[in-house]
């Protein structure tokens, strides 16, 4: 039995209280013969962790001396670019993605969905370097892998031999794919790319994640496509599809009805609160039963010097890209960073309810609005009620 006796926390910024953990899940009260440690917790606000739904730890530059970005205005100077940092960067593409994925702990991540490049200027080294990776975040970090054509299935020979390879060797635990009909150059439902995609979830069990940043009927295509293929191969609930810049352009009456469609299809869908009029209508996605997601994205890449893998600081930008004003609102964007990811990513809620695993974070603050408005400093991570991360370090 490993018990933890967490004193003098308030869940939520309510009433001061204590909280136990047993083998990593939250009790109503410790057993008689249990002995457990006891963290101190000093009065401060007890969170959830949080979940980054859709995030690309090879691509990162954290950490790393300065790159100084070229102008792009194209996905392909975008693709182009990610090829030029990474000839640029001599370290291993699994220390790198370490060193972000151990300071989004810090920050108050329990689980990331990683998408990682497969494409042949790259082989299979992302996918290889995520896993060494994961493996030396274990027990920090839980980690779902993400094989993703950045630069398309048909317009790029061999790509879909290495998506292929990685998803027969179960060496990830899905595979991607991107604007089957815009980008990749395929027909107007995508039928090319997608013929690839559910081929492999239907024969070797991995789940897919679409990026799709195409607006309009480019997008609104495949989408539709998407969730009548999930439907007809029986894939509810292993679809996802990211970004999907052609809903918040939607009026209200057709998006209602694209909404209901996805829902039918079990489809769930992740949002990076990048601006204003690209962030998804959560709130209204998730009235009709959607499971909704938020993510880092890119940080600190060939695409933005932006980014930190801060999911408190995502949720804040939530916030400020949907001009949140109220209390409700704000605490929102913090429940679709913790809940919306868990859900997602198929993950028991970390609510800080008996039953509820054991995964919290403590700040000094009043209340969860005012934390997600200040962000304060992580002053301690949970995670299966080990002490993974205190004052911004890994512990252990």
Known sequence: MHATLFRQVRPFGG??????????????????DARPAVVEGGGRIALPT??????????????????????AGSLPEYVAGDVEL??????????????????????????????????????????????????????????????????????????????TEAAREHLVDAVGG???????????????????????????GVLLDVHLH???????????????????????GRVTVS???????????????????LAGAGIALTTVAPSAHQVLPFRALQAHGLRVGLGSDGVRDSWSPFGNADMLH?????????????????????????HGGADLLGLPRADLTPGAPADFLLVDGECPPQVVVDLPERELVVKAGRVVAEHGALVG
Do not use: M, N
Not at 54 to 61: E, G, L, M, R, S
């Open 243 to 261: 970004h999907v810049f052609c809903l918040p352009e939607l009026p209200d009456g057709e998006l209602d009805a694209v909404a209901e469609l």
């Open 15 to 32: 009433p001061v209280t204590d909280l136990a953990a047993v083998d990593g899940v939250l009790v109503a009260e410790l057993p008689d």
């Open 86 to 163: 990474y000839r640029r960067r001599t370290g291993p593409i699994g220390e790198r993605a370490h060193r972000l994925l151990a300071h989004a702990v810090t920050r108050g991540t329990r689980a990331v969905r990683a998408h990682v490049d497969v494409a042949p200027a790259y082989g299979l080294a992302g996918v290889t370097g995520l896993r060494e990776a994961a493996d030396r975040l274990a027990g920090k970090l839980d980690v779902q892998s993400v094989a993703f054509p950045q630069h398309g299935v048909v317009r790029t020979p061999g790509a879909a031999d290495l998506l």
């Open 314 to 338: 995502r949720a804040h930008l939530l916030g400020w890209t949907t001009d949140a004003r109220t209390d409700q609102e704000l605490t929102d964007c913090l429940e679709l960073a913790a």
């Open 214 to 236: 195409d607006r309009g009927a480019t997008g609104l295509g495949p989408l539709r496509t998407l969730a009548a293929r999930t439907v007809a191969a029986g894939l509810q």
């Open 50 to 71: 949080l979940v980054d739904a859709h995030i690309h730890p090879d691509k990162t530059a954290w950490g790393e001396p300065w790159y100084s970005r070229r102008p």
């Open 178 to 204: 991107i604007d089957p009909a815009g980008f990749d150059g395929g027909s107007a439902d995508g039928r090319e790319q997608l013929d690839l995609l559910f081929g492999l979830a239907e024969r070797y």
